[in-house]
T-cell receptor, first 112, second 113 residues
Framework: KNEVEQSPQNLTAQEGEFITINCSYS?????LHWLQQHPGGGIVSLFM???GKKKHGRLIATINIQEKHSSLHITASHPRDSAVYIC??????????????FGQGTRLTINP | EAGVTQFPSHSVIEKGQTVTLRCDPI?????LYWYRRVMGKEIKFLLH????????ESGMPNNRFLAERTGGTYSTLKVQPAELEDSGVYFC???????????FGPGTRLTVL
Protein backbone atom coordinates (compact mmCIF):
# COMPACT_ATOMS: atom_id res chain seq x y z
CA LYS A 1 0.00 0.00 0.00
CA ASN A 2 1.40 3.40 -1.03
CA GLU A 3 2.00 6.05 1.59
CA VAL A 4 -0.06 8.42 -0.57
CA GLU A 5 -3.26 7.19 -2.17
CA GLN A 6 -5.34 9.13 -4.66
CA SER A 7 -8.86 8.51 -5.85
CA PRO A 8 -10.20 8.13 -8.36
CA GLN A 9 -7.37 7.00 -10.64
CA ASN A 10 -9.34 8.05 -13.69
CA LEU A 11 -12.20 10.52 -13.98
CA THR A 12 -14.18 11.55 -17.01
CA ALA A 13 -16.74 14.34 -16.76
CA GLN A 14 -18.66 16.80 -18.89
CA GLU A 15 -17.70 20.43 -19.24
CA GLY A 16 -19.13 22.48 -16.41
CA GLU A 17 -19.22 19.72 -13.84
CA PHE A 18 -17.78 20.11 -10.34
CA ILE A 19 -14.75 17.87 -9.92
CA THR A 20 -13.30 16.42 -6.72
CA ILE A 21 -10.04 14.49 -6.47
CA ASN A 22 -9.07 12.96 -3.15
CA CYS A 23 -5.73 12.26 -1.53
CA SER A 24 -5.11 10.27 1.65
CA TYR A 25 -1.73 9.75 3.25
CA SER A 26 -0.42 7.57 6.03
CA UNK A 27 2.76 9.39 7.08
CA UNK A 28 3.34 12.50 9.13
CA UNK A 29 3.77 15.48 6.85
CA UNK A 30 4.87 19.09 6.97
CA UNK A 31 3.07 20.07 3.77
CA LEU A 32 1.05 18.68 0.87
CA HIS A 33 1.39 19.67 -2.77
CA TRP A 34 -1.04 19.39 -5.64
CA LEU A 35 0.64 19.16 -9.02
CA GLN A 36 -0.69 19.16 -12.57
CA GLN A 37 0.70 17.53 -15.68
CA HIS A 38 -0.92 18.16 -19.07
CA PRO A 39 -0.49 15.54 -21.79
CA GLY A 40 3.01 15.88 -23.18
CA GLY A 41 3.75 18.68 -20.75
CA GLY A 42 5.81 19.21 -17.65
CA ILE A 43 4.71 19.11 -14.03
CA VAL A 44 3.40 22.34 -12.57
CA SER A 45 2.84 23.07 -8.91
CA LEU A 46 -0.74 24.19 -8.22
CA PHE A 47 -0.87 24.46 -4.44
CA MET A 48 1.12 23.85 -1.32
CA UNK A 49 -0.95 23.35 1.82
CA UNK A 50 -0.12 22.82 5.45
CA UNK A 51 -3.60 23.58 6.82
CA GLY A 52 -7.04 24.81 5.84
CA LYS A 53 -7.94 25.78 2.32
CA LYS A 54 -6.46 27.61 -0.65
CA LYS A 55 -8.18 28.93 -3.77
CA HIS A 56 -6.78 29.92 -7.12
CA GLY A 57 -9.27 30.75 -9.82
CA ARG A 58 -11.54 27.74 -10.29
CA LEU A 59 -9.28 25.48 -8.24
CA ILE A 60 -9.75 24.91 -4.52
CA ALA A 61 -7.57 22.70 -2.34
CA THR A 62 -8.39 21.67 1.21
CA ILE A 63 -6.53 19.66 3.79
CA ASN A 64 -7.57 17.99 7.05
CA ILE A 65 -4.40 17.23 9.00
CA GLN A 66 -6.20 15.16 11.66
CA GLU A 67 -7.82 12.91 9.07
CA LYS A 68 -4.70 12.89 6.83
CA HIS A 69 -6.79 13.80 3.83
CA SER A 70 -6.79 16.45 1.13
CA SER A 71 -9.12 17.26 -1.73
CA LEU A 72 -8.68 19.19 -4.93
CA HIS A 73 -11.85 20.69 -6.37
CA ILE A 74 -12.40 22.20 -9.80
CA THR A 75 -15.49 24.33 -10.32
CA ALA A 76 -17.05 24.86 -13.75
CA SER A 77 -14.65 22.35 -15.30
CA HIS A 78 -13.36 22.99 -18.83
CA PRO A 79 -11.68 20.71 -21.39
CA ARG A 80 -8.40 22.56 -20.79
CA ASP A 81 -8.49 21.17 -17.22
CA SER A 82 -7.86 17.72 -18.69
CA ALA A 83 -4.58 16.60 -17.16
CA VAL A 84 -3.07 14.29 -14.59
CA TYR A 85 -3.37 15.71 -11.06
CA ILE A 86 -0.80 14.50 -8.58
CA CYS A 87 -0.81 14.72 -4.81
CA UNK A 88 2.60 14.79 -3.11
CA UNK A 89 3.46 15.07 0.57
CA UNK A 90 6.53 16.42 2.25
CA UNK A 91 7.51 14.06 5.04
CA UNK A 92 8.17 15.49 8.48
CA UNK A 93 11.34 13.45 8.82
CA UNK A 94 12.92 15.20 5.87
CA UNK A 95 12.27 18.85 6.69
CA UNK A 96 15.60 20.03 5.46
CA UNK A 97 15.59 17.85 2.39
CA UNK A 98 11.97 18.49 1.32
CA UNK A 99 11.73 14.98 -0.09
CA UNK A 100 8.34 14.46 -1.69
CA UNK A 101 6.30 11.26 -1.65
CA PHE A 102 3.86 11.09 -4.55
CA GLY A 103 0.46 9.57 -5.20
CA GLN A 104 -0.15 7.72 -8.43
CA GLY A 105 -2.03 10.59 -9.97
CA THR A 106 -5.59 11.07 -11.19
CA ARG A 107 -6.15 11.29 -14.91
CA LEU A 108 -8.94 13.80 -15.50
CA THR A 109 -10.70 14.12 -18.85
CA ILE A 110 -13.26 16.86 -19.38
CA ASN A 111 -15.40 16.40 -22.47
CA PRO A 112 -16.98 19.39 -24.23
CA GLU B 1 13.43 33.55 -16.72
CA ALA B 2 14.15 30.08 -18.11
CA GLY B 3 12.62 27.15 -16.29
CA VAL B 4 14.19 23.82 -15.47
CA THR B 5 15.44 22.15 -18.62
CA GLN B 6 16.30 18.53 -19.23
CA PHE B 7 18.19 16.85 -22.02
CA PRO B 8 17.49 14.71 -23.91
CA SER B 9 13.70 14.67 -24.01
CA HIS B 10 13.75 11.06 -25.18
CA SER B 11 16.41 8.38 -25.15
CA VAL B 12 16.15 4.86 -26.52
CA ILE B 13 19.05 2.55 -25.70
CA GLU B 14 19.76 -1.14 -25.54
CA LYS B 15 20.21 -3.08 -22.37
CA GLY B 16 23.79 -2.86 -21.20
CA GLN B 17 24.46 0.53 -22.71
CA THR B 18 25.18 3.73 -20.81
CA VAL B 19 22.99 6.80 -20.79
CA THR B 20 23.57 10.21 -19.24
CA LEU B 21 20.67 12.51 -18.49
CA ARG B 22 21.21 16.19 -17.86
CA CYS B 23 19.27 18.72 -15.81
CA ASP B 24 19.77 22.47 -15.80
CA PRO B 25 17.99 24.01 -12.82
CA ILE B 26 16.67 27.52 -12.61
CA UNK B 27 19.59 29.87 -12.11
CA UNK B 28 20.28 30.48 -8.44
CA UNK B 29 18.41 27.42 -7.20
CA UNK B 30 20.71 25.58 -4.82
CA UNK B 31 18.35 22.64 -4.36
CA LEU B 32 18.08 20.10 -7.16
CA TYR B 33 16.07 16.90 -7.10
CA TRP B 34 15.88 13.85 -9.33
CA TYR B 35 12.71 11.79 -9.52
CA ARG B 36 11.59 8.84 -11.63
CA ARG B 37 8.27 7.46 -12.77
CA VAL B 38 8.29 3.91 -14.10
CA MET B 39 5.34 2.61 -16.12
CA GLY B 40 2.13 2.49 -14.13
CA LYS B 41 3.74 3.56 -10.87
CA GLU B 42 3.90 6.77 -8.90
CA ILE B 43 6.77 9.22 -9.19
CA LYS B 44 9.55 8.32 -6.77
CA PHE B 45 12.32 10.37 -5.26
CA LEU B 46 15.86 9.48 -6.29
CA LEU B 47 18.10 12.09 -4.71
CA HIS B 48 18.56 15.67 -3.61
CA UNK B 49 21.51 18.01 -4.09
CA UNK B 50 22.20 21.16 -2.17
CA UNK B 51 24.66 22.97 -4.36
CA UNK B 52 27.20 20.31 -5.26
CA UNK B 53 26.60 18.10 -2.22
CA UNK B 54 24.30 15.11 -2.06
CA UNK B 55 21.86 15.88 0.77
CA UNK B 56 19.81 12.70 0.43
CA GLU B 57 20.39 9.85 -1.98
CA SER B 58 18.17 7.33 -0.25
CA GLY B 59 16.03 6.82 -3.34
CA MET B 60 18.78 5.75 -5.71
CA PRO B 61 17.84 2.19 -6.74
CA ASN B 62 21.32 0.68 -7.00
CA ASN B 63 24.93 1.42 -7.83
CA ARG B 64 24.25 1.48 -11.55
CA PHE B 65 22.97 5.02 -11.01
CA LEU B 66 25.44 7.86 -10.50
CA ALA B 67 24.41 11.47 -10.04
CA GLU B 68 26.75 14.41 -10.06
CA ARG B 69 26.45 18.15 -9.75
CA THR B 70 29.94 19.47 -10.19
CA GLY B 71 30.12 23.19 -9.54
CA GLY B 72 26.63 23.24 -8.12
CA THR B 73 24.95 24.20 -11.38
CA TYR B 74 23.68 21.54 -13.77
CA SER B 75 23.40 17.91 -12.77
CA THR B 76 23.85 14.65 -14.61
CA LEU B 77 22.37 11.25 -13.90
CA LYS B 78 24.24 8.36 -15.45
CA VAL B 79 22.85 4.85 -15.74
CA GLN B 80 25.52 2.24 -16.42
CA PRO B 81 24.79 -0.40 -17.50
CA ALA B 82 21.13 0.21 -18.24
CA GLU B 83 18.61 -2.54 -17.54
CA LEU B 84 15.07 -3.00 -18.87
CA GLU B 85 13.53 -1.95 -15.55
CA ASP B 86 15.24 1.44 -15.78
CA SER B 87 12.75 2.51 -18.44
CA GLY B 88 10.59 5.40 -17.35
CA VAL B 89 10.42 9.16 -17.17
CA TYR B 90 13.14 10.91 -15.20
CA PHE B 91 12.20 14.28 -13.78
CA CYS B 92 14.41 16.94 -12.35
CA UNK B 93 13.20 19.75 -10.10
CA UNK B 94 14.86 22.75 -8.51
CA UNK B 95 14.02 24.93 -5.56
CA UNK B 96 15.28 28.23 -4.28
CA UNK B 97 16.63 28.01 -0.74
CA UNK B 98 14.14 29.25 1.85
CA UNK B 99 11.11 28.65 -0.35
CA UNK B 100 8.72 25.72 -0.70
CA UNK B 101 7.97 25.39 -4.40
CA UNK B 102 9.81 22.87 -6.51
CA UNK B 103 9.90 23.68 -10.22
CA PHE B 104 9.89 20.62 -12.40
CA GLY B 105 11.55 20.03 -15.71
CA PRO B 106 9.73 18.41 -18.63
CA GLY B 107 11.33 15.05 -17.97
CA THR B 108 13.44 12.65 -19.99
CA ARG B 109 11.68 9.56 -21.27
CA LEU B 110 14.14 6.67 -21.15
CA THR B 111 13.39 3.44 -22.99
CA VAL B 112 15.71 0.49 -22.50
CA LEU B 113 15.21 -2.27 -25.08
Amino acid sequence: KNEVEQSPQNLTAQEGEFITINCSYSVGISALHWLQQHPGGGIVSLFMLSSGKKKHGRLIATINIQEKHSSLHITASHPRDSAVYICAVRSIGFQGAQKLVFGQGTRLTINP
Amino acid sequence: EAGVTQFPSHSVIEKGQTVTLRCDPISGHDNLYWYRRVMGKEIKFLLHFVKESKQDESGMPNNRFLAERTGGTYSTLKVQPAELEDSGVYFCASRLAGTDTQYFGPGTRLTVL
